[in-house]
């Protein structure tokens, strides 16, 4: 198994489950015309809440998606992995999954399970709590869930890493291929939106009553989204050796710990910084070659501001496009990044951005390049995938056509 | 890349701290208490850590909104960073915040506080939810609150993948570790006793003794502890994990077919044959139906070779037992005292074969060779 690297990284399939369409091509087609999933929550009653929107995914029907065994044992965040990886699969044209890892990152997994548990436990007592309901709260099936549905046999991991954990899930991923560790690799990110959550969020001040506008000066906070977006990723030669067609390179990823806060970035951005250079620099690019960012943007103030110094301190004065697919999707937490991933193989594939959504008023202390509300024509040949999260946690992912990123580095540092 | 383990840090219920811990390992296991007697509204035998009291090695300030598992995060970090020399008196001497990471395997990283909270949201009000213990809802923040504490700043994550965790976790800092994320890593597992994992167990029937407590390793190139002076206590020699369903309707589904291959794949990157493993340090002792799927796995492989399960001394820790497994290895260098021994007997082990099964179809197995300390 083990081939010495460093070897480039293929995307030849991806998968989506979202409020904005089922599947990379009506995803990307809505993101483009600038459509929003914001809508009136259905899963739950907010009245007691005091906030009322985000961005469900109405249109996924686990029944249809699932086999009958699969929709008996899954709950909703593992379903719409398990929907969204079937896509990709099929998206790759990948005969076989036998030999893939399948590596999955979200912020809470099944937790309305556990939460639901809890309801049953308070309201009706323990006696009426279901067993079998029980035996199925457990974060490490996101991972194996996904590899039993495609036969997978590799490594199965789950990372818990917040709002970063889609990019955190593609850097290892990204990592193994380029180390020789694995020839391909289902990975993905997945995320629901729970009660508690949602009450949490507006607890902490942080959810808007209405719209999510990143970057705007009337910025009201964050909208929550739900989804699912999984990737096959493979290596140069185990793709070419099928004949499969590169959707994307995965260049060089950064990581790295605020160690500040737990919910909020440090407000000199530093870590944010940090994890944004060891991107490029793992990339083996500089600065300049960055055509595009597409940001974390949650539409809170402290997110906006840090990726506002993060962009002035990477780039200076050259002003480089950035948006916020959250306007348009909610910010769907563990799964946000990757599905911000697959709008970044619409944008190389189309050369468009998205837009950012609900934008209208500058904010004098953000002063980026917004793509406002229509999305852009740009040549974007090589980009970047910034995501922030609770604890402090910083990952950033780069993206490129095949053929744009030099040789990539060599891996092993410490043999 | 062979990592090496440099120091560790220990929060358990047969001592804290390393030296202690090793000690405990060593004697009789202590016999498991009662959880009603521990304050749980539940008739179950348990391994608590009722001997951990976070204010000796954390201070009494801050820990108002920190749940059970965040501190006994913390204070395993805090000894892991002194046992290795990582840090002197609570200061950066031989490492630093900007190279050293942190990664955390977990099983239940939130369940004390969504068992809270969703009281306070479903028998009050959600208004009456507490801003600062939110948080601790999300899987991440007991490693976030890490970084926090000590500093980590080069990289922090979080894996949970149940039984197998700790393993994966080491694995993963191996990753960061070849490829120049960090200098150091603190790495391990930790889990906590809650109401809702003592209910849940007994509504499953499970008959698992539930423990707690937090094992984490102080892990770095050899080259690092080399330049530093620090004591290699042991390596890492390789890892190999699996993923194996035999039917599509079982949620429970630990295979005996995934931790065989999983074993077969750490002896392969490790470059050890069966007969160079001295002892197989297992997670049997959970539960009898995934102790005959563990037992029949290691069987396949290495039929003869000696098998310890230190789940007799720690209960079952979840996210932490495979770390705690590498710990008992490296407690049991002197010998494995009886009542630890499934099956032959082993004194001075050198390679340890570590295993770890998970509920869900995946398998990790590790390879440790023991050094021989300075001190």
């Known amino acids: 198994m083990h081939r010495v690297g460093p070897h480039r990284v293929w995307v030849t399939g991806a998968g989506v489950v979202s409020s904005l369409g089922i599947g ?5 087609k809505a993101l483009l015309a600038g459509e929003s999933g914001i809508s009136r929550v259905r899963a739950f009653d907010t009245e007691r809440i005091g906030r009322h929107y985000a961005g469900e995914a109405h249109n996924f029907d686990a029944a249809s998606a699932l086999t009958r065994d699969e929709f008996a044992r899954l ?5 719409m992995a398990v929907a969204a990886t079937r896509q990709a699969v099929e998206d790759a044209r990948l005969p076989t999954a036998e030999n893939a890892a399948t590596i999955m990152g979200t912020t ?13 436990w308070i309201t009706k007592g323990l006696a009426s709590v279901n067993p079998l309901d029980v035996k199925r709260y457990s974060a490490s099936r996101l991972s194996t869930e996904v590899a039993r549905s495609i036969g997978a046999r590799g490594t199965s991991l789950t990372l818990n890493a917040a709002c970063a954990a889609g990019n955190y899930a593609l850097g290892v991923a990204r990592d193994m291929i380029a180390r020789g560790k694995a020839d391909v690799i289902i990975v993905g990110a997945s995320e629901v939106i729970a009660p508690l959550q949602y009450a949490g969020f507006v607890r902490l001040a942080a959810m808007s009553p209405d719209l999510c506008r990143p970057f705007d000066a009337n910025r009201q906070g964050i909208l929550l989204g739900e989804g699912a977006a999984v990737f096959v990723i493979e290596s140069e030669a185990h793709a070419n050796a099928r004949g499969a067609v590169p959707l994307a390179e995965l260049g060089g990823w950064g990581l790295s710990c605020d160690a500040y806060h737990v919910t909020r970035p440090h407000p000199e951005a530093t870590g944010s910084i940090v994890a944004m250079r060891d991107a490029i620099a793992r990339s083996n690019i500089d600065p300049s070659a960055i055509d595009f960012v597409n940001a974390h943007g949650t539409g809170t103030k402290y997110n906006d501001l840090a990726e506002a110094i993060v962009m002035r301190d990477i780039f200076g004065d050259r002003r480089v496009p950035v948006t916020s697919n959250k306007s348009a999707l909610g910010h769907c937490m563990g799964a946000a990044s990757l599905l911000e991933g697959v709008s970044c193989l619409v944008t190389l594939e189309t050369q468009m951005i998205p837009p950012t959504i609900n934008y209208e008023t500058a904010d004098p202390e953000c002063d980026v390049d917004i793509v406002a509300n229509v999305a852009r024509a740009a040549k974007v ?4 995938n910034n995501a922030l999260a609770f604890g402090g946690y910083n990952a950033v992912t780069c993206f490129a056509k095949p053929g744009a990123l030099p040789a990539p580095l060599a891996m092993e540092v410490n043999a | 890349m062979k990592c090496v383990i440099t120091g560790y840090g220990i929060v358990s219920r047969v001592g804290i701290g390393a030296r202690e811990f090793e000690r405990g390992m060593q004697g009789a296991p202590p016999a498991f208490g009662s959880a009603r007697d521990a304050g749980f509204d539940a008739d ?25 598992q965040t501190k006994l995060v913390l204070a395993a970090s805090r000894l892991a960073l002194h046992d290795s020399g990582l840090k002197q008196d609570a200061t950066w001497r031989n490492g630093d915040a900007d190279t050293t990471g942190f990664i955390l395997s977990t099983a239940y990283p939130n369940l004390e506080a969504i068992h809270d909270l969703v009281r306070v949201f479903i028998l009050e009000e959600p208004r009456y939810i507490n801003p600062n213990q939110f948080p601790n809802t999300v899987s991440n923040t007991p490693a976030g609150y890490a970084s926090i504490w000590e500093g980590y700043r080069a990289l922090n994550a979080t894996v949970s993948t149940g039984n197998t965790g700790g393993l994966d976790a080491m694995s993963l800092a191996e990753s960061f570790l ?4 960090a200098k150091a890593i603190v790495v391990g597992g930790a889990d906590s006793l809650t109401p809702a994992l003592i209910a849940a167990i007994g509504l499953t029937g499970s008959q698992i003794t539930a423990g707690e407590g937090a094992a984490l390793f102080a892990l770095e190139s050899q080259a690092n502890a080399t330049a530093r002076g620090a004591d290699a206590i042991a390596t ?14 079982s949620v429970v589904a630990p295979s005996t077919t995934a931790l065989k291959d999983a074993i077969e794949l750490a002896l392969q990157d490790a470059g050890a044959s069966v007969n160079e493993i001295d002892l197989v340090i297992s997670g049997l002792g959970a539960f009898s139906k995934g102790g005959t799927i563990e037992l029949a796995a290691i069987d396949a492989v290495l039929p003869v070779t000696p098998v310890a399960a230190p789940k007799r001394y720690l209960g079952e820790t979840f996210g932490a037992a495979a770390s705690f497994a590498i710990a008992s290895g490296i407690a049991w260098r002197d010998g494995v005292p009886a009542a630890a021994i499934v099956r032959g007997s082993c004194s001075q082990p050198k390679m340890l074969l570590i295993t770890a099964l998970g509920l869900h179809g995946n398998a990790t197995a590790c390879v440790v060779r023991l050094n021989t300390r300075k001190s």
Not at chain 1, 75 to 79: G, T, W
Not at chain 2, 45 to 55: C, G, R, V
Not at chain 2, 178 to 181: E, P, Q
């Open chain 1, 24 to 28: 990379r091509k009506a995803f990307g």
């Open chain 1, 75 to 79: 709950d909703r965040c593992a379903a």
């Open chain 1, 108 to 120: 809470m997994g099944d937790a309305v399970l556990l939460s639901n548990l809890e309801a049953t």
């Open chain 1, 381 to 384: 040949d090589i980009l970047l």
């Open chain 2, 44 to 68: 179950a035998l348990i391994a608590h850590a009722s001997n951990f009291d976070p204010k000796a090695y954390l201070g009494d300030k801050g820990l108002r909104s920190l749940d059970q």
């Open chain 2, 178 to 181: 070849a490829t120049g994320r």
């Open chain 2, 236 to 249: 890492i020699l390789g890892f190999g994990s699996s993923t194996h369903f035999t039917d599509q309707v």
